[in-house]
């Protein structure tokens, strides 16, 4: 009988042992999933900040790229003005010539 309890308290000592030893592991698991997903939302918190950047700048070199082909426009109707302004002014110039030439014949 003495020999039955030294075992039953054997086997309660290790059954609790081993329920300590389960909730140990359970806390230490439960622990690395709470870093593994504080990493995991580190990550995504990078990677958000990130495309949120480059969307910003992709925003700008749009806008700036805008404001510079504009600009290139101005310049090339500006260019193209000034070339009809002198075409005109040289064919005023011939007819006016042709004229007194027509005239010098006459």
């Known amino acids: 009988m003495l020999e039955e ?3 039953a308290q054997l086997y309660s000592l ?4 081993k329920l300590e ?3 140990a592991e359970a806390k230490e698991k439960s622990k690395l ?7 995991l939302d580190w990550q995504k918190n990078n990677k958000e900040a ?3 950047a480059e969307k910003h700048q992709v925003h700008q ?3 700036m790229l805008k404001q510079q082909w504009q600009a290139e426009e101005d310049k090339e109707k500006r260019i193209e003005q000034d070339r009809s ?7 005023l110039a011939l007819i ?9 014949r006459e």
């Open 50 to 52: 990130a495309r949120e």
């Open 14 to 17: 290790d059954a609790q042992k």
């Open 61 to 63: 070199e749009r806008a």
């Open 33 to 39: 999933n709470a870093d593994t997903l504080a990493v």
């Open 85 to 91: 302004i002198l075409n005109r002014e040289r064919n």
């Open 96 to 104: 006016e010539h042709n004229q007194q030439e027509k005239l010098l």
């Open 5 to 7: 309890q030294v075992y």
């Open 21 to 23: 030893r389960e909730i």
